[in-house]
């Protein structure tokens, strides 16, 4: 605990001198904090990136989970820190240590890493080097963690081999379990480093690298792997995968982020798998075969996230999460759940043939954003070469069911610089643009069209990773083409940057000697290389050359068989994805011959002249249930009989809900009479101000907003603090946090109307990050009848530490708003504040004459000072602008007060709407601060009460009632 204490006052000095400090302090509701001392085995979960996204990762969400569920188990998250943390660390001499306990990463029995994108390698030595952890295995001594990694970048993983001790080739739910609960029993045997090494590596699925070593390739320019000559293992190393995922339900309680991040929402894995087969996917390889979660423990997730984390938004995803069979049922079946509760709900990567209207209806229910369709290729060519099973009609068709249902704003993701493209391919990708814009406005829609162009990068375990890629020359030509057409059609255009893209290629098909130039970028200064504007192409460039090494070797075209007929080992084929590699090579050649392959799993039809598969949603699926389901025979043997049960039960499921939702139309007419018998009046104005052929979604839009003018509106002034455990929030983070512990309480709020619901709460001035509140407030509206205690119980139970409610009262509909209300605030500063101290001291040895006071005196002579001067102007800098303020002018009063707790700066300043002082800013006036100081003084500042003055009278917000605005 002293150790804890120790490195959290030295993280405090650092804090309020960085860049969203909330990411490195944890805290959040849900996170998981053990004893260390009565664990086995005490892991840290590390994601080379920020927290924003590292938070956003269903894999280490479903990790973290799992691990922590095991009692002889402690599981800790670690990300990397922006560049200036990373800056603060080194010269405090702090090592990185995780956001649940503060250990440093180097007295972790297990560091693991999550690889999910090539371009994060920099940011992994980042972090071991940071956690004082060697970063070469072959440097470790047996005090050193096992440094360990698994996700899709394991599928290659020379360029970081290294690097790593063990890699876990597949998913994680069993393996790391299996591989830590042997891990436990082995540390007791006390064994080395090396013998502990090999003992581990005879699990199914875990690849050491120390075990094999690399040799030239006698085919190309391209290292390959073998065993060492004196080790036995298992070689090539088999993929482990999940057989019945619904033996590890999704988890519902994850810790729920302070701040905002990419995707802030309750995230759900619908399914694993995809049937599709695009030819440029190494997902579709990695993660076969397809495996559904089922319908009812989706629903249960979800409803138990909603109200262990209070989110307002729920994602579906999966690979391709129309081809989740009973998609439709689940929907209906979550709107029963989600439009009350004012839950958006969207669902990801959607192929454009499984958009319906069905679909689209339970989407839009509660509010919709934009709509994203990926057709990936602009000719139908093109798309029959990467095996796209999608048409142009089934991009319009879907387009124009989601313009019927109130979208506006379509996004259109597709690839440039795939295997046989032509100009014409490259038109043909703004051409598709502009045929959906011109949809939409035949429908009256203004419609905004976003089309969207990345680099297709060949990756391993692929059909095309045998593809050259496009050089830079090529790619820019193209990028050009396409800005030309797509500004001639008036559409938004978006690339990639076509050198990361480039670089992201070598990090992919690379070998083991990539591994020095990566260290060699690395300590060059590259980090972050995913984020455009940290990536510095030149500088890997210089790695390379610094490194004797050519970065084309890994771009061109490999071969794919030998003289003899064999085929050509590649620098990844000691990884066994499963899916056999003539498998591969079958489908590369029918790309190139832009062949298509149906998506596998499903029973087919041919439809105008294409084998299409019909999943059990399509209502003439029991027309052809018995036929044979398509199967390439890829390597994985999948139990057909097996799948055709599951297609069977989610064809019942499907047919069912068809029965209700029909049932449900004939008496559409009656039910709608009865529910508008509330107020007919109101019910003609929806009718009279929407226009007759407007989307059904606009016409419910004016009925809730006409219903929530009957429901009954209860005003309540709510009061909290923010105290040290929480005190790095912003206002936002505050914004975001609050109302989600309404919903995880059961406290019901009313929401504005419109396509975006908010709550409707506003909250007082807004806190300084880093600043302490021990007197906040916030006025929120609700329908229900909140008794003060029965709320405070509520709330309480499930807020996180640091926010904490402590009043309630009810207001009147004439009360004052707090904007309107609150005009002063006082402030209570720690006059032995190291930043104050040695500010003192300059000023003493400025002024002699202060030497001679007493304590007391000395700092009633400096706030007399202040008090006494007409003005004090300082310049506030924002956004590279520069303002100057006379803060003086805020300032009603300043004590110097001395208590049994301390020493104490008390300043009361005005708030207005001519703006307002900071209390840093004042003790600056007083103290004459340095600049650098002051960003650390503000978390020493406590917020101590909100109140009203008038006409000299001070009226507690307690008592807002009373106050005659």
Request: hydrophobic share 40%; net charge negative; aromatic share 8%.
């Amino acid at each position: 605990m002293n150790d804890i204490s120790s490195y959290r006052a030295t993280l405090d000095q650092i804090l309020p001198t960085v860049e969203k400090p909330v990411r490195y302090v944890g805290g959040e509701w849900n996170a998981i904090v053990k004893d260390k001392e009565q664990v086995k085995a005490h892991i840290a979960l590390c994601f080379p990136d920020t927290y924003e996204i590292g938070m956003s990762h269903l894999g280490l969400k479903i990790l973290y989970s799992l691990l922590n569920q095991k009692s002889e188990v402690y599981a800790e998250r670690v990300y990397t820190p922006w560049l200036d943390m990373e800056r603060a660390l080194k010269s405090a001499n702090l090592p990185l240590a995780s956001i649940e306990s503060f250990t440093p990463l180097n007295e972790f029995d297990i560091v693991g890493f999550s690889l999910q994108y090539e371009m994060t390698y920099t940011n992994i030595l980042t972090m071991l080097e940071l956690g004082k952890v060697p970063l070469r295995a072959e440097d470790r001594t047996q005090q050193d963690p096992l440094v360990i990694g698994g996700g899709p970048c394991v599928f290659s993983p020379e360029p970081i081999a290294d690097f790593f001790d063990f890699l876990l080739i597949g998913e994680g739910e069993e393996l790391l379990v299996e591989f830590i609960d042997s891990y436990t029993k082995l540390k007791e045997q006390n064994l080395s480093r090396q013998a502990l090494i090999a003992k581990l590596a005879e699990i199914k699925g875990v690849y050491a690298p120390a075990l094999c070593e690399s040799v030239n390739s006698p085919c190309y320019a391209l290292q390959i792997i073998q065993p060492k000559a004196d080790i036995q293992m298992p070689f090539p190393v088999i993929r482990r995968y999940v057989e019945e995922i619904n033996k590890y339900p999704f988890p519902s309680n994850s810790p729920v982020p302070f701040t905002e991040v990419v995707h802030d929402r309750i995230a759900v894995e619908i399914a694993r798998g995809c049937v599709d087969g695009c030819r440029f996917c190494q997902a579709g390889t990695i993660y076969r075969p397809v495996r559904e979660r089922t319908p009812e423990s989706i629903v249960e997730t979800i409803t138990e996230g909603l109200r262990d984390g209070g989110y307002d938004e729920v994602s579906l995803t999966s690979l391709s999460t129309a081809d989740y069979t009973c998609l439709t049922p689940v929907l209906k079946q979550l709107n029963k759940t989600l439009d009350p509760q004012r839950v958006s709900l969207s669902v990801s990567s959607l192929r454009a043939s499984g958009i319906t209207e069905d679909l689209s209806n339970e989407i839009a229910k509660v509010r919709n954003t934009g709509f994203t369709i990926a057709p990936e290729a602009g000719t139908q060519r093109m798309r029959d070469v990467i095996n796209k099973n999608v048409t142009e009609e089934d991009v319009l068709r879907s387009c124009r069911i989601a313009f019927s249902y109130g979208w506006s704003q379509i996004k259109l993701y597709f690839m440039i610089g795939l295997p046989t493209e032509t100009e014409e391919d490259v038109r043909g990708i703004a051409e598709l643009g502009n045929k959906v814009k011109q949809l939409g406005k035949s429908m009256g829609v203004n419609v905004k069209v976003t089309v969207s162009a990345s680099c297709f990068v060949p990756k391993p375990q692929t059909p095309f990773q045998w593809c050259r890629m496009d050089s830079l020359e090529e790619l820019y030509v193209k990028q050009e083409l396409l800005r030309e057409v797509c500004h001639r059609y008036r559409l938004n255009f978006k690339t990639h940057n076509a050198k990361l893209s480039q670089l992201e290629c070598i990090m992919a098909r690379g070998d083991r000697r990539i591994g020095r130039v990566i260290e060699r970028a690395w300590r060059m200064g590259a980090r972050f290389d995913g984020w455009d504007e940290h990536f510095n192409y030149d500088l890997w460039m210089k790695a390379f050359e610094a490194e004797g090494l050519d970065p084309r070797e890994t771009l061109g075209e490999l071969p794919v068989r030998a003289i003899d007929g064999s085929f050509v080992q590649l620098p990844w084929d000691h990884i066994d994805s499963l899916v056999e590699k003539k498998f591969l090579a079958i489908e590369y050649e029918k790309g190139v011959n832009a062949k298509i392959a149906p998506p596998c799993g499903f029973p087919i039809r041919i439809i105008e002249g294409r084998p299409t598969a019909i999943p059990p949603s399509f209502e003439d699926f029991e027309q052809i249930e018995r036929k044979p389901l398509l199967c390439f025979n890829c390597g994985l043997a999948c139990d057909l009989s097996a799948m055709r049960k599951d297609l069977i039960k989610a064809k019942e499921l499907n047919k069912e809900y068809r029965t209700v939702k029909q049932s449900a139309s004939n008496t559409n007419d009656t039910n709608d009479a009865q529910e508008m018998e509330f107020d007919q009046s109101l019910l003609e104005v929806v009718r009279s101000d929407v226009p007759v052929n407007s989307p059904p979604r606009l016409h419910q839009l004016k009925l809730n907003r006409a219903k929530a003018q009957l429901e009954k509106q209860y005003r309540y002034r709510a009061f909290y603090t923010k105290l040290e455990s929480v005190q790095y929030l912003s206002h936002l983070d505050l914004a975001k946090a609050l109302p989600r512990g309404f919903k995880r309480a059961g406290i019901q709020l009313s929401y504005s109307q419109g396509f975006h619901p908010m709550p409707l709460m506003s909250y007082g001035p807004a806190l300084g990050v880093g600043m302490i509140g021990e007197a906040e407030v916030l006025d929120f509206i609700s329908p229900e009848v909140l008794a003060p205690t029965d709320f405070l119980e509520k709330i309480n139970r499930v807020m996180p530490e640091g926010l904490k409610f402590t009043a309630l009262i009810g207001l009147e509909e004439t009360d004052a708003s707090l904007a309107k209300l609150i005009n002063c605030a006082e402030y209570r500063v720690n006059i032995s504040a190291p930043e104050i101290q040695k500010a003192l001291l300059g000023r003493v040895e400025q002024q002699p004459e202060l030497k001679s006071l007493s304590i007391s005196a000395l700092h009633e002579k400096l706030i007399s000072d202040l008090l006494l001067s007409e003005q004090f102007v300082i310049s506030r800098t924002r956004k590279n602008r520069s303002q100057n303020v006379d803060v003086r002018k805020f300032v009603k009063s300043v004590r110097f007060e001395q208590t049994e707790k301390g020493d104490f700066l008390v300043m009361v300043l005005e708030i207005s709407n001519q703006g307002g002082a900071k209390p840093v800013e004042i003790a600056t006036a007083i103290y004459g601060i340095e600049q650098a100081d002051q960003a650390t003084l503000q978390s020493r500042a406590r917020r101590s009460r909100l109140y009203s003055e008038i006409n000299g009278q001070e009226y507690s917000l307690l008592k807002a009632s009373k106050v005659n605005i």
